[in-house]
């Protein structure tokens, strides 16, 4: 961090591409002092006196559903998640109603001064279960970005309520925007070839590519070669469009190399391609093939070079559309040794390929849990996490006995039954062992 006489500055240089990134911050970071009275900011990258993100408004609506007892007293925050990161935490505080979040009614937050996430993904919303009457029922929430003038919709019709649905206060909610995206039978894809620079690697001729994809395979595409337009020449990279059948993501491609006008070969030509790149255009998914390969010049189809995908770059519309519900079973097991049990309240975090769960509480009516070697099941919905990384286990210290031994977590996706296993092994007490009350577990190796 550079300080000025006027204002904090951060510089990051990235050691690879050596780009600078600036930010600076003209306010006060006070609870006391300044117009915001904030001890957190955010700040946009600057690079080459560019703004990388640019600054909004979020305006909120939230709609309590029109039933029995669907009005909450309780405090609620959300985070607002897309493109480019999230808002962190914004608590639902500040709006035209004193009483809000009753039932039938919409209520209005405004965020202004925030960085613009782009595209939005989702929405996680919680409240602290106090009040006399905390259970809430939401049928949707509404999020604007006053700077791209879009609104982002998030349906629930749920209860976020310990005495009702499954129990759960905290909702994860996918963008209903992302449903309207165009995915019929037919889809187009750019084809962007890379001709080696190396000596004789250009050809004069045509060549055809035929995509494989896990919904299938497609026709061959010519990528023809003209006089007027020269394709394929030494170290040129070439851009062609076709449109087919949707082929799900992108396996492999067959490469062919033929004569124009069908005439004969004389004796050996090659292209020597060094990449090919296969976007879908409707979703943004890139397929890259790292290829270094001769392709054979030849009058018969059945000649051809088949290269398999080198790396999948899925995009930030494929992302979102995968954010479906799942229902995730997770088992603690607790350590078998004396005073191994705890009496406090527990709370675990998943982290996977898709994001973070948030903190969820493990609780259950009539049961006690976390007993000495003991195995407690739970059952939490939460949107698709993807690939599991790690998880976060803590507790809250409070109670007769809170020190506990936690062996280890099994975390099982319902919708596909994959479990993964998460070792621990270790006290989470403040009076033993490194005196922690949480664990990051590891994941375990596969047998």
Known sequence: MIINDDFPQIIMRNLTTEEVSVFTYEEWLSKTKGPKRTMICE???????????EITTYIIQVKTSDIGGAGTDANVWIIVFGECGDTGTLALKECQKSNKFERKQTDVFRFPDVLS???????????????????WHIEYIDVKDEALDRTFRFPCDRWLAQNEDDGQIMRELSCANNDILDLNEKTKYEI???????DDAETKENVWIALEGKKGR??????????????????????????SKQLGDIAGICLGHTPKDGKKVKGEAFWHVKEVVVIEKVLGNRF?????????????????VTIECTKAIESFASKARSLVPVKYEIILITGDEKGAGTDANVFITIYGSNGDSGRRSLRQKFRNLFERGQTDRFLLEMLDMGELLRVCVEHDNTRLSPGWLLD???????????????LCGKWLNTKKADGQIFRPDRQAPPL
């Open 43 to 53: 700040m946009a990258a600057v690079v080459d006196e560019e703004e990388m993100v």
């Open 117 to 135: 996430l782009g595209e939005l993904s989702k929405v996680r919303v919680w409240h602290d279960n106090s009040g006399p009457a905390p259970g």
């Open 192 to 198: 962007i070839t890379t001709t080696a620079d190396t």
């Open 218 to 243: 497609s026709k061959e595409f010519m990528m023809e070669n003209s006089s007027k337009k020269k394709r394929f020449l030494r170290g040129n990279k070439d851009k062609f469009e076709f449109s």
């Open 288 to 304: 890259i093939f790292i290829c270094n390969a001769l392709i054979p010049l030849s009058p018969k189809r059945d000649e051809f």
């Open 408 to 422: 280890r977590v099994e975390v099982t996706n319902t919708a596909n039954g994959v479990t993964t296993i998460f």
